[in-house]
């Protein structure tokens, strides 16, 4: 397989995509759908190659302090922690594990990664004007 070394939208390296991706905890959560679609899309890498990207992005959002989260649904918070393991290693597995198991490539609804600022925000505190990132 072919692999390309700089993405075709902004000519960036998959390394400086892994330092790239994290800046946005600061004011939003990351997707995984995000992180597989450019990495299939941009880089144009598959199977193998494909997982490993993944998986270096996912273990790079959480070396930054952010967890895996999804929509909550309490009508309190926008966002629910999901827990994937203990180590960043085991949650990433798992977080992997789950979306090749699905058989198809992540979407809106699926895993994301946010840091305690964005996960802990409740609609009231958005209503109150304190919201802190933009959705």
Same mark, same amino acid.
């Given at each position: ?20 991706? $994290?800046?946005?905890? %600061?004011? =939003?959560? *990351?997707?995984? +759908?995000?992180?597989?679609?450019? &990495?299939?899309?941009?880089? @144009? ?22 967890? $895996?989260?999804?929509? %909550?649904? =309490?009508? *309190?918070?926008? +966002?629910?922690?999901?827990?994937? &393991?203990?180590?960043?290693? @085991? ?45």
């Amino acid at each position: 397989m072919t692999k390309r070394v700089w993405d075709k939208y902004y000519g960036t390296t998959t390394e400086e995509r892994l330092e790239q991706v $994290p800046a946005e905890l %600061a004011i =939003d959560a *990351v997707g995984l +759908w995000q992180i597989v679609s450019f &990495g299939m899309d941009a880089f @144009e890498l598959s199977g193998a190659d494909l997982v490993d990207y993944v998986r270096r992005h996912i273990l790079s959002l959480l070396s930054k302090g952010a967890k $895996p989260v999804r929509g %909550a649904m =309490d009508g *309190v918070h926008y +966002w629910k922690v999901m827990h994937y &393991g203990n180590s960043p290693d @085991e949650i990433a597995d798992a977080i992997i594990a789950e979306w090749l198991k699905s058989g198809r490539d992540p979407d809106f609804g699926g895993v994301w990664f946010a840091l305690p600022h964005i996960y802990e925000e409740t609609k009231e505190d958005a209503k109150a004007g304190d919201r802190k990132f933009h959705s």
